[in-house]
DNA sequence: GTCTATATACAGATAGAC
DNA sequence: GTCTATCTGTATATAGAC
């Protein structure tokens, strides 16, 4: 049978309460009270449309992974490389400004370990980073790219990116401006255009 | 009375016990059960050296915020701008390595939304920030920097170094090193070098 | 100082009425 | 489908013996 438009928004509703939830307490700190509540549902009905804790949480990382990974499927190797490197990168920062939820709802689970998605990390993202890395590597042995580590540098990108999703509160408390992410994208242009453009 | 020599192994025994499990779990994940095995104390036990649990979380934070920010205060007005700006990546890179725990606590701290230091930030930190972006920004005026926005790089510096700590399982994953640090202090020296100096 | 036992609250999850 | 009531485990913290 499928699905009613009271049903789908229903479970719209807890995944983005869990989302905001989780994010901000990670698995365990996160109470399905406070899910429950945050999505104006009562717990029992919580889990009549998920069969538990874990399974709203596994269904957030489910659909977490591959929009987070995208824009690194996006290089285009036919690309110009210093280009599709900027390009990358602002479009990395863009998900920290649109999903800065989701950042930190992977975050979290990073930093617990990654219990939940070490098998991904070994896998699907080992062998996306490789291929990326490759990619760059050539580039940089032709000449079209700085000389650069490519891994350090994919995670360079990472790295400043979500920094101002994750660290939202200490970003705005140093900074003091209403919109972070417009000085950042100066910034981080920049700066990567700085490292990786090809020398005299 | 003064302290005993089994009272203090004790208490740093705690101290210890809390940075190791509140650094993973974050302070609502964290519970006193895991703390008093990972101490080898039982839980009553562990509650006569400390009120609270947030009495142990409390004065893990109040500690690690003084270490945190000495690299920042260590840079010398009267140096060397390139020189020091690149040490003070290696000192922060540094703590990153020694002390990736702390980095931990205080990442899940700011992902929680800070609400144990949030009064730290906007009045130790933001202070701090500011008198180094000043000089940072005297550097650049005197053409011994390049151009760049100093808060910005000073939070990249931060991003960069913390995140070698922060999502150590998620490098490991996909460097298949096993010392991520080391390719770390080649990569940021170069990246922040062609950052900062002064150009042609 | 350190333990066993326990008070009290809250967690995730289920039963069963409607 | 959604609720109230509740089961069961586990959390923080305390009482009191030793």
Redesign the interface.
């Known amino acids: 049978m499928p699905e009613t438009r009271i049903q789908s928004r229903n479970r719209a509703a807890i995944l983005d309460a869990g989302l905001e939830i989780f ?7 996160a109470t399905l009270d406070q899910i429950a509540g945050e999505a104006g549902l009562s717990k029992p009905n919580l889990l009549y449309y998920f069969q538990s804790k874990e399974a709203i949480h596994r269904a957030l990382l489910l659909q977490l992974m591959d929009a987070w990974l995208e824009p690194l499927r996006d290089i285009d190797p036919a690309g110009e490389p210093l280009d599709e490197m900027l390009d990358y990168v602002r479009r990395k920062l863009a998900l920290s400004r649109d999903y800065p939820r989701e950042s ?1 709802l992977f ?2 689970e ?5 219990p939940h998605i ?1 098998d991904t ?2 896998s699907t ?2 062998d996306l ?1 490789d291929g990326a890395a490759a990619l760059i590597a050539d580039w940089v042995a032709e000449g079209r790219l ?1 000389q ?2 490519p ?6 990108v ?3 990116t ?2 101002y999703a ?2 939202d ?3 705005r ?4 401006t209403d919109d972070p992410l417009r ?2 994208e ?3 242009t ?2 990567f255009d ?2 990786l453009r090809p020398g005299a």
């Open positions: 994010s901000r307490y990670g698995f365990r700190g930190r975050a979290n990073i930093l617990s370990g990654a070490d990390l070994a993202l080992r980073v700085a650069v580590d891994h350090h540098t994919i995670m360079s990472w790295a400043l979500q920094h994750d660290f509160v200490q970003v408390a140093v900074l003091d000085g950042a100066a910034h981080l920049q700066l700085r490292l």
